[in-house]
């Protein structure tokens, strides 16, 4: 499977980004997607994922109310709408595959997410 994430750049603070993932082969009845962000000297954190427990969408606190993800199955593509960016925001996003029958989405980490795009870079300047 191969994801290709695009959209970042740099927005001010108070701005909006729209990130797309498309993937091929398969569909969004073979995977979970998940979208992560790595900022310079930390980890990966998960920033929206479906919940596999619910089918529910997770996200995290920091993000929660800000971002929006949403999926368009006839394009093979995931989205990840960002508004009302903080600085702290600023990171590479990247978008990640967990297969079907996985229980660990991103609420638990990123362990189990399989397949990973390159990671789009978001920078947030003040």
């Known amino acids: 499977v191969q994801l290709v994430e695009s959209g970042g750049g740099l927005v001010q603070v108070g701005g909006s980004l729209r990130l797309s993932c498309k993937f091929s082969?398969?569909?969004?009845?073979?995977?979970?997607i998940g979208w992560f962000r790595q900022a310079p000297g930390k980890g990966r954190e998960g920033v929206a994922c479906i919940d596999t427990g619910d089918a529910s969408t997770y996200y995290p606190e920091s993000v929660k109310d800000r971002f929006t993800y949403s999926e368009d199955d006839a394009e093979n593509t995931v989205y990840l709408d960002m508004n009302d960016l903080k600085p702290e925001d600023t990171a590479v996003y990247y978008c990640?595959?967990?297969?079907?029958?996985?229980?660990?989405?991103?609420?638990?980490?990123?362990?189990?997410?399989?397949?990973w795009g390159q990671g789009t870079q978001v920078t947030v300047s003040t």
């Open positions: 990640a595959a967990l297969p079907w029958d996985s229980y660990d989405d991103c609420r638990f980490g990123d362990a189990h997410y399989e397949h």
């Open positions: 082969p398969g569909t969004l009845s073979s995977f979970f």
